[in-house]
């Protein structure tokens, strides 16, 4: 029984320390998309643009709890991926369902959700959906570089 109850705590550990490693991207990613609005690339933040989902005006002290738990949920969903997709080229999938996610939060609250600043141009498209891609492949990268690795 004891033997059960450390690989169930193995279980949850791997998951919840991802989430962690994940968190220093909170800033790139605001840091990167505040560059983009302050060129006129695009006219939200990434924090400003994760507020939306809740308020008519952005509000980036709102736009960190949606990041905390919308990442946290992407990262979850980027580690248990791995038992379907497998761990190759884990970097590239992890981009392919972050920029997913993205476009989705986007359609959804900004096009269905009638959220007009959602909707964005080209450039701001672009601006997103880079950002999203770099986050993809730096989880990608820190899921099998220090906890699938750790596994094995």
Not at 65 to 94: C, Q
Not at 119 to 131: F, I, L
Request: charged share 15%; proline share 3%; with cysteine.
């Amino acid at each position: 029984m004891l033997v059960t109850e450390g690989v169930e705590r193995m279980r949850i550990k791997k998951p919840f320390l991802l989430i962690l490693y994940q968190l220093p991207g909170l800033p790139l990613a605001e840091g990167y998309t505040r560059l983009m609005k302050h060129f006129g690339f695009t006219n939200l933040t990434a924090l400003e643009a994760m507020s939306l989902m809740w308020m008519r005006e952005p509000s980036w002290v709102l736009g960190i709890l949606a990041f905390l738990g919308v990442s946290a949920w992407e990262t979850l969903l980027v580690y248990y991926s791995t038992r379907f997709w497998g761990t190759d080229y884990l970097p590239l999938k992890g981009m392919l369902i972050l920029m997913t996610c993205q476009a989705l939060i986007f359609s959804i609250y900004g096009i269905l959700g009638g959220q007009g600043e959602l909707v964005q141009g080209v450039s701001g498209n672009y601006v997103h959906a880079s950002a999203a891609a770099f986050g993809g492949i730096i989880i990608g990268y820190l899921l099998k570089k220090f906890i699938l690795k750790a596994q094995q």
